[in-house]
């Protein structure tokens, strides 16, 4: 995944740019990403501080242009999460048991992108896990439970 130059097929192009707070995780969207999550779940708030933000898109279309500091954490046994060792910025989301025969995917943070602009949250997800000192809010943007339902 590391090495391989944008265009290398002929089909490829970067379409967006990003990296950790202190540079040294940075990579290279080469398909443009789904529109953003937003995850109220227990794992994320420890992690984030608060909610977690993520956009989506094939594994293959992320190029890992620098990853000196990227560190991998298994944070349960289905998902990994990659962050900066030395800054501490949340930058992936992987998960362990991808369905055989499916593409790949990863999740990256929304936060982590050098410009998110003409992305959008599209719904919130694990709404039955998020922390009582806040509320979502009427946005108008689908809810989704830990089980996957819609609620609301
Ligand atoms: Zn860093």
């Known amino acids: 995944m590391t090495g391989q130059e944008a265009g290398q097929d ?77 800054c501490g910025a949340g930058l992936f989301w992987e998960a362990l048991d991808q369905a055989a025969g499916g593409e790949p995917r990863i999740t990256v943070t929304a936060g982590s992108l050098d410009d998110p602009d003409g992305l959008r949250v599209d719904r919130h997800i694990f709404v039955d896990r998020k922390a009582s000192y806040y509320d979502i809010g009427g946005d108008g943007v689908e809810r989704r439970t830990s089980t996957g339902e819609i609620s609301g």
């Open 10 to 86: 002929g089909g490829t192009a970067t379409v967006r740019t990003g990296g950790c707070l202190c540079g040294g995780v940075r990579y290279a969207l080469d398909a443009e990403p789904e529109p953003i999550s937003i995850c109220h779940c227990g794992q994320c708030r420890r992690q984030h501080s608060h909610v977690g933000a993520y956009t989506g898109l094939p594994r293959a279309a992320l190029r890992i242009l620098s990853q000196d500091t990227l560190t991998w954490y298994v944070s349960s046994s289905h998902a990994r999460r990659g962050f900066c060792g030395r």
